[in-house]
């Protein structure tokens, strides 16, 4: 009976994991209308926008940042680390604190120091600690309900931002391209979910591809914050190791690295190279020249092209590209994609170092 039970549950937890990624544009359009109706003070004149987050919750922050970096006309800086900069201080910065559970420590952390330096704080949460501070510090508090793990929030974290820079005037109107990236990330919904057999999901494809072999994906422009959540979902979603890497800079040092241990590098890595049409034509180049020298070398090589007319619908449909494939990847190891037990057992370990 218990072995039943269990068998029941894990997959349960396997099909609400994939049911997450499955509604991701949905999150997506709901994150963004949420947040055309929250509260929103009658704010102006700020000179710097700083993100304070970690991990899932900083995700969407790394993408708005990529994705505004051609919009706002001010500097925003995503911050995953304790404390604030030293040019974040008064009212002309903006630090907006994420935290999905409200209760990480760096993030609260960022939040003591944004407030002793003066600045405009917004919190994103669900709530915790940080909702609490906020609260009673009357601080603004965008809330949202998500019960999943933070990294299957990411419509959340970065629709919310979206939407919030649109209010401040900070980036054009968004709407019509967010209608059309959602019915970009549909379409591709038609050849990579779970019931379409994998001779022809190319999502399931790639992910056999990497079984076994450590990834690293390699990346330019909008698509290098891509990369950074393809490797953070391979590490969470699969168990599996993976890093990112981007161009130019990989060009100056990481091309050089591509001769020694011949026995690792050969059989058991796999480089994908993600390209988009909004790519400068040079890093496009990059990516065709750095594949080949990788090629060459003997190593384990693809590339990955995202779909849609807008740069926010190339984004958009690559994070459920990568969202699924990890998936695949993992069912393919045969783990829970779910939980993330050596991250659990890390903070506890913190925890009791105090």
């Not at 002309?92 to 935290?99: G, H, K, N, W, Y």
Request: net charge neutral; aromatic share 8%.
């Amino acid at each position: 009976m218990n072995l039943t039970i269990s068998i029941i549950s894990n997959k349960l937890i396997r099909w609400t994991c994939l049911a997450e990624i499955d509604h991701l544009p949905d999150q997506l359009d709901s994150a963004y209308q949420l947040g055309m109706q929250h509260d929103l003070p009658d704010w102006n004149g700020f000179r710097q926008v700083v993100i304070a987050g970690m991990g899932g919750s900083a995700i969407g922050a790394d993408l708005l940042a990529s994705y505004c970096a051609s919009l706002a006309p001010i500097p925003v800086l995503v911050q995953r680390d304790y404390g604030m900069p030293l040019f974040a201080r008064g009212a002309e910065t903006l630090v907006i604190c994420s935290s999905h559970s409200g209760d990480t420590e760096e993030t609260l952390d960022g939040f003591e120091a944004a407030r002793n330096a003066g600045c405009r704080i917004l919190v994103v949460s669900t709530g915790g600690e940080l909702t609490k501070r906020a609260r009673e510090n009357n601080i603004p508090v965008w809330m949202f309900e998500h019960s999943g793990q933070p990294r299957a929030a990411v419509g959340f974290s970065f629709g919310l931002l979206l939407a919030l820079f649109q209010r401040l005037g900070l980036i054009p109107d968004q709407k019509d391209a967010l209608e059309d990236t959602l019915a970009s990330m549909k379409r591709s919904q038609e050849r990579i979910k779970a019931d379409i057999p994998a001779v022809k999901n190319p999502a399931k494809r790639y992910a056999g591809q990497l079984m076994g072999r450590w990834v690293t994906i390699v990346a330019s422009g909008l698509m290098t914050a891509v990369s950074r959540r393809w490797k953070g979902q391979i590490n969470e979603v699969a168990k599996a190791g993976a890093n990112f890497e981007f161009l130019p800079e990989a060009d100056h040092n990481t091309l050089a690295g591509t001769m020694h241990p011949q026995e690792v590098l050969n059989p058991h890595t796999m480089t994908l190279f993600l390209r988009a049409p909004s790519d400068h034509p040079r890093n496009r180049l990059r990516s065709d020249l750095t594949r080949k020298a990788f090629m060459l070398e003997g190593m384990n090589t693809d590339h990955v092209d995202a779909r849609g007319r807008s740069p926010l619908a190339q984004m958009w449909t690559m994070i459920l590209f990568g969202d699924y494939m990890a998936y695949y990847l993992a069912m393919g190891y045969g783990v829970d994609p779910t939980p993330v037990q050596a991250l659990v057992d890390f903070k506890r370990s913190m925890a009791e170092a105090e």
